[in-house]
């Protein structure tokens, strides 16, 4: 690392939001401002002395008059950044989890990047990390891949860089943590990379840790916050805000080339590798899918849920259709689409029939209407009844939809996992054997050698 300061011509700048940290906020801002010339701190509403040891930092200091939350904060820092002239804004917390000398790994791979938010993904595996904190970033890891796709190391840490003129343009919703969980989805929506660079972290013991999250509330914020992303994205098939323009641009002056990029596209979507295993018969093919599906591509959870969904669809009373919803579902929520589609032959062939009729049952015996199934083949007539019975088949096919997410997605849960142990235990008995070989072979030479000297 270079100990050169990074400089303001450079576009970087460091923002820190603080709220009653009065302990730990000189010692970060001391050590943000020996590496940025320039530190903007966002005094949320203190109502310890952080005022009057921010005095005398030489940083540069927003307060607000009462506490409005972090993500407000955040906001603040980066409209000041703005009119400062900076392109870039490294954030860090005030409460000494982060190390200030870290910055400059950060702004590095920033730099490689530009229009990426380059998140610093904690080692939670330290003394003092509240299991907590490890659960709720397992869980927010989860959700927001779903929503963007992208695999993010640590969507909670507070370290990061943001381009000031991407996230500027943004709207959110979230005031308080929630916030940066949201910043990132927005902004990938909108094209913007990110990027994980691991950094170190430090848990102070349980008596002397500082902490304004709140369990309960902060959670539920969380939870709302996911499913309205979710589904929001899911329901409402409307282009984000685009940030960063595409690498390859929709239409591309021709016809053909046009096409020829949307057959691209495509094949980006399917996210099937090239160097996968194609030839043969449609049973070989069909292994080499399922192999890669299960052992390579997707976390078991990822698969069961894509397997969940497609399942549910698959119960759904829009028959000939269920394909397209597995495959548009999947393509919201960024699941697997060969998974989510192939589970919606639940209901493939005879038990398209039985699951409709099971559905219309349980529909008009929870709607409290009699169930009279005409006993006829003509299909004039069984068309007409589950016409008149369409409310009724809608109910039913919801509930029995839902208990073949649960099985089929916990099912595929925990079969994946199985495969996947019985496969890693493969593997390192297979490293083990050769091992053995040489040491045999050593053995037995000792016996050769007398006989051959004897001759």
Same mark, same amino acid.
């Given at each position: 690392? $270079?100990?050169? &300061? ?16 009065a302990g730990t906020v000189l ?25 009057? +040891?921010?005095?005398? $930092? ?98 909670? $840490?507070?370290?990061?860089?943001? &381009? ?193 009729f099971a559905s219309i049952w ?39 939809? +839902? ?46 050698? &007398? ?5």
């Amino acid at each position: 690392m $270079s100990n050169q &300061p990074i400089d303001a011509a450079s576009g970087y700048c460091v923002v820190i939001p603080t709220y009653n940290n009065a302990g730990t906020v000189l010692h970060v801002v001391r050590g943000a401002s020996a590496l940025c010339e320039t530190v903007i701190v966002v005094d949320d509403g203190c109502t310890d002395n952080t005022p009057e +040891l921010l005095k005398e $930092s030489g940083a540069i200091v927003v307060r607000h008059n009462r506490n409005k939350g972090k993500g407000v904060a955040l906001r603040t820092g980066f409209r000041k950044a703005a009119e400062l002239g900076y392109t870039h804004a490294v954030t860090i917390d005030s409460d000494g989890q982060h190390f200030p000398e870290e910055i400059e790994k950060l702004v590095k791979a920033s730099q490689a990047q530009p229009d990426a938010v380059v998140i610093g993904a904690r080692d939670m595996s330290g003394e003092h990390v509240p299991k907590a904190s490890s659960f709720g970033r397992m869980f927010s890891n989860f959700w927001l891949k779903v929503a963007t796709g992208m695999d993010v190391g640590d969507t909670q $840490s507070g370290f990061r860089v943001y &381009p000031v003129r991407h996230i500027n343009r943004l709207f959110c919703w979230g005031r308080r943590f929630t916030y940066e969980c949201e910043v990132i989805i927005r902004a990938s929506w909108g094209g913007c990379p990110i990027v994980n660079v691991p950094v170190r972290v430090y848990y102070p013991p349980k008596a002397e840790r500082v902490s304004h999250f709140h369990p309960f509330w902060d959670n539920v914020r969380f939870t709302c916050l996911y499913l309205y992303a979710n589904f929001s994205h899911l329901l409402v098939p409307l282009p984000h805000k685009r940030l960063v323009r595409r690498a390859e641009p929709l239409w591309q002056g021709s016809l053909g080339k046009t096409i020829a990029g949307l057959w691209r596209r495509a094949k980006r979507m399917a996210a099937l590798p090239e160097n996968l295993e194609m030839t043969g018969g449609p049973i070989k093919r069909t292994r080499a899918l399922v192999r890669y599906l299960v052992h390579e591509k997707n976390t078991p959870g990822e698969l069961g849920l894509a397997v969940g969904i497609g399942a549910f669809w698959g119960c759904s009373p829009w028959i000939g259709f269920h394909w397209l919803l597995g495959l548009y579902s999947a393509t919201r929520v960024h699941l697997n689409r060969v998974a989510c589609v192939a589970a919606t032959n639940v209901s493939f062939g005879p038990l398209t029939g039985a699951i409709a009729f099971a559905s219309i049952w349980l529909g008009k015996l929870l709607l409290g209407q009699p169930f009279l199934f005409p006993r006829t083949t003509n299909w004039r007539v069984l068309s007409q009844f589950a016409w008149n019975s369409l409310g009724a088949w809608l109910l039913g096919s919801v509930i029995i939809g +839902l208990a073949a997410s649960f099985a089929f997605g916990l099912g595929t849960l925990y079969g994946v996992r199985a495969l996947r142990r019985r496969r890693q235990a493969d593997s390192a008995d297979e490293t083990v054997a050769p091992q053995a070989q040489p040491q045999s072979d050593r053995e037995m030479q000792p016996m050769a050698q &007398p006989q051959g000297s004897g001759a």
